[in-house]
């Protein structure tokens, strides 16, 4: 069981903006920084945000993400059909010293 | 352009062993730390490994620490994972994907994961 958890679904429609959270403690995103993936099915997982809030180049910035003491949210503006994918947090635990993922969320573009 | 290739992946039985490979092209490999990830079928990502950019400091997730080895060769740009006692609950895709340190969880490069299935 995931130590740092997401919801595992969240829907909205084309055009419409979807936030997703990502709960921890204070030993994982309490202390560190959180990134953010999308995993399309058959597909290698894609970097969305990173450092909280910072987007690698060429990522669009209908995806923006913030931090606040033991949690994250990813917000995606303007979805579209193509948006669909199981998105995942992911940060590192210094009590563990190890790397977390949330559990994933499904987003469904309805 | 940056590339993770993984390759070694296959069908193994209970306790058995194999060793993924994961050949690195396009940056640097010697100035990233490197990250083993899995996903196990229909289920969510799982971290499993990291090893430093000089190979003195590695970490392991609790579900492999003791049977699953971590190990690189800067000179052949090529990380590896060696993995031991495989339990059939090690079946996953595996993927390779590289970060700027210890300690962070940018992972901005991906391989397009390898398949192990352990089952008798």
């Known amino acids: 069981q995931s130590m740092v958890t997401q919801p595992p679904s969240v829907s909205a429609a084309p055009g419409q903006k979807v936030t997703i959270s990502c709960s921890g403690s204070?030993?994982?995103?309490?202390?560190?920084?959180v990134s953010w993936y999308q995993h399309l099915p058959g597909a290698a997982p894609k970097l969305l945000i990173y450092?909280?809030?910072k987007r690698p180049a060429g990522i669009p910035d209908r995806f923006s993400g913030s931090k606040s003491g033991t949690s994250a949210t990813l917000d995606i503006t303007g979805l579209q059909t193509g948006d669909e994918a199981d998105y995942y947090c992911?940060?590192?635990?210094?009590?563990?010293?190890?790397?977390?993922f949330g559990g994933g969320t499904k987003l469904t573009v309805l | 352009q940056v590339q993770l290739v993984e390759s070694g992946g296959g069908v193994v039985q209970p306790e058995r062993s194999l060793r993924l490979s994961c050949g690195a092209s396009?940056?640097?490999?010697?100035?990233?730390?490197m990250h083993w990830v899995r996903q196990p079928p229909g289920k969510g990502l799982e971290w499993v490994a990291i090893?430093?950019?000089?190979?003195?400091?590695?970490y392991y997730a609790d579900s492999v620490k003791g049977r699953f080895s971590i190990s690189r060769d800067n000179s052949k740009n090529t990380l590896f994972l060696q993995m031991s006692s495989l339990r059939v609950e090690d079946t996953a895709v595996y993927y390779c994907?590289?970060?700027?340190?210890?300690?962070?969880?940018?992972?901005?490069?991906w391989g397009q994961g390898t398949l192990v299935t352990v089952s008798s």
């Open positions: 994907t590289r970060d700027r340190t210890v300690g962070t969880t940018r992972l901005d490069y």
């Open positions: 396009g940056f640097t490999f010697s100035s990233y730390a």
């Open positions: 090893i430093s950019y000089d190979g003195r400091n590695e």
């Open positions: 204070s030993s994982n995103l309490g202390n560190n920084d």
């Open positions: 450092e909280n809030d």
């Open positions: 992911g940060t590192w635990d210094s009590s563990l010293s190890a790397g977390l």
